[in-house]
């Protein structure tokens, strides 16, 4: 209970949520499964607000699903600033579509729709911003094919870092967990980053390239 009136505070302190956003979160929630894999408002303010503050050019987009995060980026992003999302769903590839046009950003954002281990290598952009968010078993594999094609001193946001605190169930044996665990490890072997962790909703890890 305590919690939930903190994040009642921290919403009606901070700049209120965008109407198309709005909207769309609640849309996602009465049309398709899984809508917490939407990003929602707190969330989204961050990933809008970090992103101005890297002032990235290039950004790439691991799991767009309903385009909350997609269009929080869009809307941090400079005149010139495009960013790249891939989602695996062809079938949310439209509605999603339909709100980058509500947000007015669709002219930022550039859409891919298939499995992100297969369309990142043909990518020729150096990227200043990648956010994951895609299959969580896939996480490590992620950051192998994009750690190159991410500029020095450019820097990574990873979702769902501490996945409902499963992360600390050490011996789990579920796909998705292990994923998450096993990058959450591979991150603390890696000498040419630093990073941390904020417990943002589900955990997001903040990776900067050195």
Same mark, same amino acid.
């Given at each position: 209970m305590k919690e939930r009136k903190l994040e009642k505070y921290i919403i009606e302190h901070s700049s209120p949520e965008d109407p198309v956003l709005e909207d769309l979160y609640r849309q996602t929630h009465l049309r398709f499964v899984n809508p917490n894999m939407a990003s929602g408002f707190l969330q989204g303010r961050f990933l809008e607000m970090i992103t101005r503050m890297i002032d990235p050019v290039t950004v790439l987009e691991i799991g767009t699903y309903t385009g909350y995060s997609t269009i929080s980026i869009a809307k941090g992003l400079s005149a010139e600033g495009k960013i790249i999302t891939i989602e695996t769903d062809d079938e949310l590839a439209d509605f999603a579509r339909s709100y980058f046009i509500k947000a007015a950003v669709?002219?930022?954002?550039?859409? $891919?729709?298939?499995?992100?281990?297969?369309?990142?290598?043909?990518?020729?952009?150096?990227?200043?911003?990648v956010f994951i968010d895609g299959d969580k078993r896939e996480y490590c594999e992620y950051y192998r094919i994009i750690i190159n094609?991410?500029? +020095?001193?450019?820097?990574?946001?990873?979702?769902?870092?501490?996945?409902?605190? +499963?992360?600390?169930?050490?011996?789990? /044996?579920?796909?998705?967990? /292990?994923?998450?665990?096993?990058?959450?490890?591979?991150?603390? $072997? +890696?000498?040419?980053i630093e990073h941390v962790i904020l417990p943002l909703r589900d955990g997001i890890t903040i990776i900067r390239k050195i």
């Open positions: 669709e002219n930022k954002i550039i859409q $891919h729709t298939g499995n992100a281990i297969d369309i990142i290598p043909g990518l020729e952009q150096e990227f200043d911003l094609k991410v500029r +020095k001193g450019g820097f990574i946001l990873a979702d769902n870092v501490l996945w409902g605190d +499963k992360v600390l169930d050490k011996d789990s /044996r579920d796909q998705q967990t /292990r994923g998450i665990i096993d990058f959450n490890e591979m991150l603390m $072997h +890696k000498s040419d």
